[in-house]
């Protein structure tokens, strides 16, 4: 499975933002597909996530109610739409795929895209 990021940029505080992360290589029915974020001097830490047959997505607290994770089959892409967001968001955001539902922690997902940099301004 390859994973390619994109859609980073830099916004205001309550500005919104939306990732994608295009997937190819094999089908992707009954993976886990994740984001997480990493900020300078932190650990990667989960943000999101979705199987990708059905649906059910889960969040991470920090996040609930202003990202909203989302899949289109025809286009094999995961999207992470980022409302209200907070300097404390600034990070760089990578997905990642699971073989299995539900995975928060980094080392359970063997497929990452490359990093998509997040920066919020004060």
């Known amino acids: 499975v390859q994973l390619q990021a994109s859609g980073g940029g830099l916004v205001q505080a309550g500005g919104s933002l939306r990732l994608s992360c295009a997937a190819s290589?094999?089908?992707?029915?009954?993976?886990?597909m994740g984001w997480f974020r990493q900020a300078p001097g932190k650990e990667r830490e989960f943000v999101a996530a979705i199987i990708w047959s059905g649906g059910s997505t889960y969040y991470a607290d920090s996040v609930k109610g202003r990202f909203t994770i989302s899949r289109d089959n025809a286009k094999n892409t995961v999207y992470l739409q980022m409302n209200s967001l907070k300097p404390e968001d600034t990070a760089v955001y990578y997905c990642a795929a699971a073989t299995s539902w539900l995975q928060t922690s980094p080392r359970e997902y063997a497929h990452w895209g490359q990093g998509t940099l997040v920066t919020v301004s004060s």
């Open positions: 290589g094999r089908t992707l029915s009954n993976y886990c």
